[in-house]
């Protein structure tokens, strides 16, 4: 086993964050995963490195999840059932799925991260979120070294959340992801407004799957930074889910406030337009800050440290829950 020493993580995650692993090992298959289970389990597993943020340097070995691959298990006239490594880049599958007119997953185009940890946070934008395509999550047991599947609604999905992200934290590592995607009669998804406004200005009447993710792709380029020029960790804070009381109280201030009905008692608020109300939106400091176009997206100008970030982070915190009594969860994985 080819296990490095004091390896730089700067370029194994998205924020650009500059610290080491005392211990590094890239693995590119389940076998060499199960063999290192076996001697060693206290690991710090990296994958696409899109939603963390380093605060220090890691102390137990880092494993780099590299596992690559994408097969088609079988289909029919309809569907077509794939299943994925977990180190294939999330972006370049959902253009393969799109070159090969395979529905499903064509509104989450550039999001950054590997497909083994799309199921971790359920990714999801424009409408659409992973689970709706995935039909089952295979991880290794790291006590035991099994494989382990899990079916979907063995997962526990929910907006930015799964089993993996809470009940059974911390205790397997994804290996695949399979998948449901449609051959034909796609359900396509442009009722997010800003699709249809894109499909429109290009004149676009019944768009093809390419279409759409063309359209999605512009619609992030034009709001989101790409991690390959500002480091960032897209949507830094969850948007928070309020009571519908709470929120026609913040609504007679702000008569403008934007929300999306999420029961008869609650109510979802963008945390970026709170972030923008709150005077965030664009600043800088130094290194650091907030998004100019999104204020919910936090960036890593150049050497900024993670913990400036996570202290601008509680800045924000501290503010909105003072300006609008409302508590912003953070919604990337702080590693300190
Ligand atoms: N808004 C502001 N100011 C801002 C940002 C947003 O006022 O700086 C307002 C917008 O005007 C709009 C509303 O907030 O009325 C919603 O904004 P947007 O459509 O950009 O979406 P979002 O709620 O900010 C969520 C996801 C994004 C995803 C988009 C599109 C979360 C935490 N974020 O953002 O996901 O791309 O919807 O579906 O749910 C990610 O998770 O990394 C991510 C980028």
Redesign the pocket.
């Known amino acids: 086993m080819n296990i490095q020493q004091n390896i730089s993580l700067k370029k194994y995650n998205t924020f650009g964050i500059s610290v080491n692993a005392k211990r590094f090992i890239s693995i590119d298959s389940v076998y060499q995963l199960q063999q290192l289970l076996k001697i060693e389990k206290d690991i710090f597993l990296i994958s696409g490195g899109s939603n963390m943020l380093l605060t220090k340097d890691i102390e137990n070995l880092v494993v780099h999840i590299d596992i690559k691959g994408i097969s088609i298990d079988r289909e029919n006239e309809n569907e077509v059932f794939i299943t994925v490594n977990a180190g294939e880049n999330w972006h370049e599958f959902v253009l393969w799925c799109v070159e090969n007119n395979f529905g499903g997953i064509e509104n989450l185009s550039l999001i950054p991260g590997n497909v083994g940890t799309c199921p971790i946070q359920n ?5 659409v979120e992973v689970k709706d395509t995935i039909t089952k999550v295979e991880a290794l047991q790291i006590e035991t070294g099994k494989l382990v599947s899990f079916a979907s609604d063995e997962c526990n999905f929910g907006y ?1 959340n799964s089993i993996f992200k809470k009940e059974v934290k911390g205790e397997y590592i994804i290996t695949s992801v399979s998948f449901k995607l449609t051959k034909i009669n796609h359900q396509l998804n442009t009722s ?1 407004g ?1 699709i249809d406004v894109e499909l429109a200005s290009k004149k676009i009447k019944n768009p093809t799957l390419k279409d759409v993710s063309d359209a999605v792709i512009a619609i ?1 380029k034009s ?2 930074p790409d991690p390959k020029e500002i480091g960032n960790s ?2 830094f ?3 928070p889910v309020v009571s519908k009381a709470q929120f026609l109280k913040i609504q007679e201030e702000h008569p403008n406030i ?1 929300s999306y009905v999420v029961s008869d008692e609650e109510v979802k608020i ?4 709170l ?2 109300q709150a005077g965030f ?1 664009g600043k800088r400091f130094g290194n650091y800050g907030v998004h100019e176009k ?3 997206v936090l960036v890593n100008y150049g050497n900024a440290s993670g913990l400036e970030i996570y202290q601008l982070a509680e800045k924000i915190q501290e503010t909105i829950f003072h300006k609008f009594g409302v508590a912003l969860e953070i ?1 990337v994985n702080i590693i300190q």
Do not use: T
């Open positions: 990714i999801g934008a424009y409408g930015r997010y800003a992030r709001k989101l897209g949507s804070f969850k948007n934007p963008p945390a970026g337009w972030i923008e939106k999104q204020a919910l919604e």
